[in-house]
């Protein structure tokens, strides 16, 4: 998304050259509806994590970091990290070892809520991408969102709350989709993962600080996974210039709100097919709401806005749909 370019850009990493693909809205699609929203702040850039990850990992080396790649962290004893068999000594101690995270729990960090568990699945089709548009397909086993991620690729991710169901990672029920990707080729292989909705009571513990995935996520569906982390990094860094972990604490909170609760937003339409199918009947006849709503999950609109009459103008719309 455009705010998370402009995160990653205070980081020293530019997208502009990558293998990439640009998109200018966030499409929503089921049930034989429609509706379409402009990013309200500018274009975001589709990249696969791969590419990004060479980038990160270049501008890290440029910075001075030492990788050590191949290496695993084995403990944690205050201040020493082992790392397989050697002793590694730490100022501070930065856990982004993701979902199940290792340094959370050695840290005693793991107390917080789960929100919601589901299964992701992501495939690459060579294909032009045929919308400048994130789509995002509902149906009736979970959601299929389509990124464009090079001028002849794009990346389908299918989201599911049945881990059994191969129905729900299949094009199957997406007929749309179908019609687009049905003979196209799939050039990588598919790679699964869980995706959580969780948030901890504390990300940081004396010299122990928690990052990206490990310190709380969101679910797949919101798109912000990474752009979270970025924000992050930046806090971080400011907590560290100024010997102080209570400030990335407070700034970890603030830069979760928003993602966390429309998160929660999108797992109740998943779970309601009828909400679902009226919200996108209100979202297809009134796009200035859904433009309005994108407003608030870029950041270029504020979350109060919802408390403003944003929600009672999203339940008229339900209800006049
Ligand atoms: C299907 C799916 C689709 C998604 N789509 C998007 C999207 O479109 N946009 C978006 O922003 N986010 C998306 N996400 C979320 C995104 O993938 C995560 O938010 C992101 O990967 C978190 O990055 P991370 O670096 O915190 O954790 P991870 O990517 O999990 O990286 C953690 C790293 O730590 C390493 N590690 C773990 N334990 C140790 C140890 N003991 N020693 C050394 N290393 C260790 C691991 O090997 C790994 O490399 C998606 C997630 C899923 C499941």
Redo the contacts with the bound molecule.
Sequence with gaps: MPDALLALGRLGVNLDDALSAPFTGIGFSGYGRRAEALLPNGTGRGIRRTVLHKLLAEQAEKLGVQLLWQ???TALDGHYLSLDSELIHARWIVG????HS?IRRWARLDAGTTTSSRV???FHYRVVPWSRCVEIHWGDHGQAYV?PIAPDEVCV?F?SRKKHSAGAFSLGPYPELKKRLGCADIVSAPRG???LGRILHRVTAGHVALI???SG?VD?IT?????L?FRQALALSDAFVHNDLDLYEAAHRSIGRVPAFMSRMMLVLDRHQLLRRHTLQAFERSPQLFARMLGVHVGAAPLRWLGDGGVLRLGWGLITA
């Design positions: 290496k695993r962290i982004a070892d993701g979902l290792r992701g699945r992501r990124t991710a989201i993962a869980m995706t990206g995935d490990a996520s797949a798109g912000e996974g990474l752009a982390s």
